[in-house]
């Protein structure tokens, strides 16, 4: 019905699109089923999140908004509430276990992980 037009980089319509728009044709279209509606219908569960330690997971909430109010940025860009919780469950020591928290690259470990390390030491 559409195809790529590479001189004028767009679509154009192919002769099916004027058999449906302009002799009457009918097309059918199957609609894909969002990914939870999915899992539900086919009994499947999602994963339960890692239980992690509300108390360090809260200082470590805390200390992300301490950072991102300070560099006028949003608390997700510092490390997202996954990266929190994964930290919070492996409890790092060191810069090493840091970074083999999802989420933790080196950039992030330069540039936050003395202060997460910091915080994560009161829990260890």
Do not use: W
């Amino acid at each position: 019905y559409l195809r790529t037009d590479p001189v004028h980089r767009g679509l154009c319509l192919t002769e099916k699109a004027g058999n449906v728009l302009f002799r009457g044709e009918t097309v059918t279209l199957s609609l894909q089923r969002p990914r939870a509606e999915l899992a539900r219908r086919s009994g499947r569960k999602k994963a339960p999140p890692v239980k992690a330690s509300d108390e360090v997971f809260e200082a470590l909430r805390t200390l992300r908004r301490e950072i991102a109010d300070r560099e006028g940025i949003a608390a997700y860009m510092v490390f997202s509430d996954a990266t929190l919780r994964d930290m919070a469950a492996k409890l790092p020591r060191n810069a090493e276990e840091l970074l083999d928290v999802s989420g933790v690259g080196n950039f992030k470990l330069e540039k936050y992980g003395r202060d997460f390390l910091q915080t994560l030491a009161r829990f260890n």
